[in-house]
Each structure stands twice: as C-alpha cells, then as structure tokens.
C-alpha cells in the first residue's frame, strides 16, 4: 500500500485508518445540541462529523505530503482490549445502548446506530498503530481515527467521546514493556479522560495544553487547572497547560518550550505519544487558540527533537478533535510536516491569520512554571 517513492521507510509516516469509521453519524441541530427549535432553515451536522476526516484522510493522499505516507488498515477492537482502561461496568452501559438503537450519553455525545462499531474501530485501530511502533515496524504512527477519545474516561463518556483510544494504546506500551510514556495533548480541550486514566500512575506523564474552560458538567467534573497534578504515586506527573484564549503560534510554542520540553526530557519517556486536535486552530468554532499552520507546524518539530532524544524516535500520533473541515484538514498536514521535520513548508496556508499577541499567553506561561517547580517533586531542582 505504498504510494510514491519514498527516502527511507524511517522517514515516513505509517497512518492506520478504517473507513468503517465514517459510520458514526452524530445527527444535526443546533451546533452539538442534537436539537433543531425550528428557527432555522438550514442545520449544520454535528460539528464531529465524518466529512471532517474525510479531508484529513485526502489531504494526506493527494496533498504534497502524500509520498511520505504509508497506509495500513485498521481494525475493531475487541471488547477485553477495552478493558484495560475502562471498566466492565460502562462498556456493559454502551452495548447496552447500541442493542437499544442509540443513547445520548451526555451533552453533545450521541451514541447511534453505527456508532459503537466506529468506536471499537477507532479504538482497534489506535492499538493496530501502536503496535506497529512496538514492534518495530516503523517508528512513526498516526492512528486517523474518529470518532474521538481523549475525553472518555474509565467510567464514562464525555465531549463526543466513547472510548479512550490515545489511553487504550498507552496501556498497550506499558503492558508491553514500556517504562514511561509521556502524552502531550495539544487539542483544545483537558484531555480529562488520558489524565483520570493516568492519575494514579508515574508511569505515564500527562501533559495537556487547552482552553481554560473549566469543568462543564457532570461528565467532566476535571477543571485542567494547574493544581490538578495526580495522586498517589502520580503525584506529580499530569501536567495541566490552560492558556489564555488567543494564545497563537508564539504562546504555544513558548509553552513548549518553557513547560513541555523540559518536563518530558527530566522524565524520560521511551514512548511518546502526540494527541492532537486542530480544534486549537484559529477558525476552530470550538476554540478560541489561534493556532495556524505554522504553530502546528512548529510544535510538531520540537515533539519531532523531544522524541529522537526521548524515545529513539519512537511517537504515536492519535487524531482528536478540529471541527473546521477545512483547516483542520491543512493543520494536520502542516503538523505531520513538523513531525518529519521538513526543511520547508510543503504547504502553504490558505487562509490568512488574524494579528496575535503573545504577551498575555507569555505571563500565564511563565507563572505556572513558577508554580510547578514548587510543586512537581520530579521537576524540583529543574
Ligand atoms: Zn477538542
């Protein structure tokens, strides 16, 4: 399944996807509410619809960046995979739901017809990618996966997700012999679901960079402050990154670069896995970042450095949000040229960006680095 000719299997990029995943069908209404008060005469889709990975999945066949790209099946996954990081308890509730022909699990997260089977796909097929990195097949993988997970914690659903894929594959690693796994989740959302599953453990660090949107409800009591840092022996290793809305390409990569770098070298890791979400875009209708190709582009460099110094190179790349079906598209192609650390831009960027302003995103940045080093016993002294 090779495409063009390509300069070494090691300079490539092996993206496991299953068109079985397009099945999930979110419904319309009003933005995510799945309602339709009849004000309106014409509804959008769920703004976590298939035509969105639909262009991720083009851009990465016909876009400049397509002889780089090796493509592999994925696969469902079977329900003891799940429960690694679920328990038997809520994976019984979504059956359950799928036999009663569909459930509203919580605000926004409609399991329907055809979605349970999307999910154990998009489940399958992020463990399908890791492997392949533990086994040495490839160093790079990118699990194209929806619908999408890094909110679904071990006992429920939440934000449009079902089943944690990025935190079934880290299991997968540390079952499989890995020592320490560092996340770093750069959607615009608390990657809530990675860190509950994770809380507990030093094994794994999680690090999230988000909106500063606090809890919003029952199915997402986690706030991502900067306080919420692990418990137990993962006291210290789950690292919360909330920026200030605006934040933009200079804000996030002084964060990397301050915050995120230094932490995953003080740790460690021999895996490393980038959960990535182009919902911290700039014309992202759930965001407020300002990310535009060229941050992407830059931050998946240094995760590029961090993982050939970290990990022998080793990274997982699992797809979460980014709901412009457009930009989201064009950001992830700009990411993975910064994950193979290109000399230049493949391409370029079709929308232009509005004015940011860094100074803000700058001093939030600086003043929770102050608070960390006081705070995480693994960095004290950093
Ligand atoms: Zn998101």
Redesign the pocket.
């Known amino acids: 399944m090779h495409t063009s000719p390509i300069p070494t299997p090691m300079d490539g990029i092996d993206v496991f996807w299953h068109e079985g995943m397009l099945n999930h069908d979110s419904g319309s209404g009003v933005f995510d509410s799945g309602l339709d008060p009849g004000f309106l005469d014409v509804l959008e889709k769920h703004p976590e619809n298939a035509d969105r990975v639909k262009n991720m999945l083009s851009i990465l066949k016909r876009g400049p960046i397509s002889p780089y790209i090796s493509w592999h099946f994925g696969r469902p996954a079977r329900i003891p995979d799940l429960l690694s990081f679920h328990t038997q308890e809520y994976i019984n509730e979504l059956i359950e739901a799928d036999r009663n022909g569909g459930k509203m699990l919580c605000a926004g997260t409609f399991l329907n017809p055809g979605s349970w089977d999307a999910a154990l796909l998009a489940a399958g097929t992020t463990l399908s990618a890791m492997k392949h990195i533990l086994d040495g097949h490839g160093k790079i993988a990118y699990a194209l996966v929806r619908p ?1 997970g ?1 909110h679904a914690q071990p006992t429920q659903a939440d ?1 449009y997700c079902f089943l944690n894929n990025a935190g079934l594959a880290v299991q997968l690693a540390l079952d499989s012999g890995c020592q320490k796994v560092a996340v770093i989740d750069i ?3 608390y990657g809530n679901g990675t860190a509950e599953g994770f809380y507990k453990s030093n094994n794994v660090l999680t690090i999230s960079l988000h909106m500063n949107h606090g809890s919003w409800g029952p199915s997402h009591p986690q706030n991502g402050s900067v306080d919420e840092i692990g418990e137990g022996q993962g006291f210290g290793y789950n690292m919360n990154i909330p920026l200030p809305n605006g934040t933009g390409d200079t804000g996030y990569a002084y964060a990397m670069t301050e915050l995120v770098i230094p932490a995953v070298q003080k740790f460690e890791a021999d895996m490393m896995v980038l959960v990535v ?1 182009q ?1 911290s875009s700039a014309f992202d209708p ?2 407020r970042q300002c990310l535009t190709m060229e941050g992407y582009r830059e931050i998946g460099r240094m995760v590029h450095f961090l993982a050939a110094r970290q990990s022998g190179g080793r990274l997982l790349i699992v797809q ?3 709901y412009h079906v457009t930009y989201s598209a064009y950001c992830l192609h700009a990411t993975l040229e910064g994950v193979l650390n290109l000399p230049l831009p493949l391409l370029s960027d079709p929308i232009a960006y509005y004015p940011e302003d860094e100074a803000f995103a700058v001093k939030v940045v600086e003043s929770i680095k102050q608070y960390q080093k006081g705070t995480f016993p693994f960095l004290k002294g950093a």
């Open positions: 999408p890094h934000g959607d615009v959302h979400g919902d759930n965001g979460e949000g980014g």
